[in-house]
């Protein structure tokens, strides 16, 4: 099985990416990196996690933190070595066949596409809770055409949405983070220090809870993808790259584990507001801030419009890569003034089909979308391990000046990783709510890895 396309070998210097643009710099790259962290996962999907899990949330936001760590240090070796709009499809192509960059990038495309949908419809349900009587299905258009456009025009303007989106994510999720720390503390004014009463009992409901906190906040981390796709497009990608990941380690602890901490050292882990109110509006009522639950819902509507955004660009940009590989419908590939046009149409076509589906098909149709997109990020992690697995060795043999990062204690801690992924697999398969996840996306995967395989043996023997 040949690791390259015969028309288009990705060992070539930024094969197929050389009629995009540059036009993102390095502040817009770095506010990506760092505002990617915090997507709508963390604020909307965090206070089931809480629920099951009680306090130890801490500790299963902690164990897929090292994960994910793990992950973008595979990702961002590979990214730096070889930078690409295709990311970690182009590196699985690169490792194991075109059969495998097929199967990552189209079931990533997929994934991406149905997200802008579902976070459209989660924006559109906020504003229409201010504007009680206006349609959500207008609302989800509005947002589709206005992050269309920008991504329609140039690549600048997906990254100043993003830098300004990410400005106020981190602006927001620092101050909820110094309010909580005074008020653990004792020194905020108005408020008394709950202590530790409010994590004592640390696992409410036993290890079957802890597990159902690591599978929520496992698929809360997705999206940290985005940087690696959008440094392609940067001034120095390689440099863009390595800041990025080098920096993960302390925004994930900061961000993600510290805020749990601070949300469940101050409100009680069975308080009803936690799920219906949300964890952050419940931990701002705690402290008696007037206004928190419009003001996080304000945060909320940023954090979705933002994944919106990155989304319709990063999935723009996977399959512009898969078709410049030969993986795709060549009319996807066309690119005007530095931006593939008709990859975004597509892209937000798709989205805005699956927001009619739920309107359309809520019962049937739209759930096993949902389910099939389910697992395809863990789908995308193992395949950049094995890709990381294989091509290391080949980097250092060839061209060991690329490793610009290297990733920690090669192999061991590739294994540990993939270790890791192949328990929560099992964990999902023990979960009946997560059981079907796993095998809808099984499914699909299965049937793009034939599809991928078939194609390439064709195109092999042709």
């Known amino acids: 099985m040949s690791p390259t396309t015969p028309d288009a070998p990705p060992d070539a210097p930024a094969a197929g990416d050389v009629p995009l643009s540059h036009g993102l710099k390095q502040r817009h790259l770095s506010m990506i990196a760092l505002g990617g962290v915090i997507g709508a996962g963390l604020f909307v999907g965090s206070g089931a996690g809480i629920a099951a899990a009680g306090p130890s949330i801490v500790i299963a936001y902690a164990v897929s933190g090292l994960l994910v760590m793990l992950v973008m240090r595979m990702l961002g070796e590979m990214s730096a070595a070889h930078p690409s709009s295709g990311s970690f499809s182009a590196h699985a192509e690169r490792a194991m066949g075109p059969w495998a960059g097929f199967t990552a990038g189209w079931s990533f495309w997929v994934l991406l596409c149905t997200a802008v949908g579902l976070e459209g419809i989660g924006a559109a349900k906020i504003v229409t809770g201010w504007l009680p009587g206006t349609p959500e299905w207008g609302w989800v258009a509005l947002f589709m055409v206005v992050f269309c456009a920008a991504n329609l025009a140039a690549v600048k303007n997906f990254g100043e949405f993003e830098f300004w989106f990410a400005a106020l994510k981190v602006g927001a999720i620092g101050l909820f983070l110094v309010l909580g720390v005074l008020a653990i503390a004792g020194v905020l004014p108005g408020t008394d220090s709950p202590g530790t009463a409010n994590l004592a009992d640390f696992l409410p409901h036993g290890g079957e809870g802890l597990v159902i906190g690591l599978l929520a906040s496992v698929f809360a981390y997705g999206g940290l993808e985005t940087v690696t796709i959008a440094a392609a497009e940067s001034e120095d990608p390689v440099r863009g790259v390595a800041r990025a990941v080098r920096t993960a380690m302390w925004r994930i602890a900061l961000f993600y584990i510290g805020s749990m901490a601070v949300i469940v050292t101050l409100v009680p882990w069975n308080s009803k507001a936690v799920v219906e109110q949300g964890p952050y509006v419940a931990a701002l009522d705690r402290l008696g801030i007037p206004g928190a639950g419009q003001l996080m819902n304000v945060v909320v509507l940023v954090a979705l419009l933002s994944a919106m955004n990155a989304n319709i660009y990063g999935s723009s940009r996977i399959a512009y890569s898969l078709v410049e590989r030969g993986q795709g419908p060549q009319a996807l590939g066309k690119v005007s003034a530095g931006v593939p046009r008709v990859a975004v149409l597509v892209s937000c076509v798709f989205g805005f089909v699956c927001v009619l589906l739920s309107y359309w098909r809520p ?100």
Do not use: C, H
């Not at 863990?378 to 990381?388: G, H, K, N, P, T």
């Not at 809808?440 to 064709?458: C, D, E, H, I, P």
């Open 363 to 462: 019962d049937d149709v739209f759930p096993w979308l949902l389910n099939m997109i389910g697992a395809v990020i863990l789908v995308v992690w193992i395949f950049i391990a094995v890709s990381q697995l294989r091509l290391r060795r080949t980097v250092e043999r060839e061209t060991p000046g690329k490793l610009v990062v290297r990733m920690w204690l090669f192999p061991v801690l590739t294994w540990v990783a993939l270790a890791g992924m192949a328990a929560i697999l099992v964990l999902m398969a023990r979960e009946p709510d997560t059981r079907v996840q796993l095998y809808s996306t099984g499914a699909m995967t299965l049937l793009l890895a034939a599809a991928g395989y078939t194609r390439q043996r064709t195109r092999t023997r042709s």
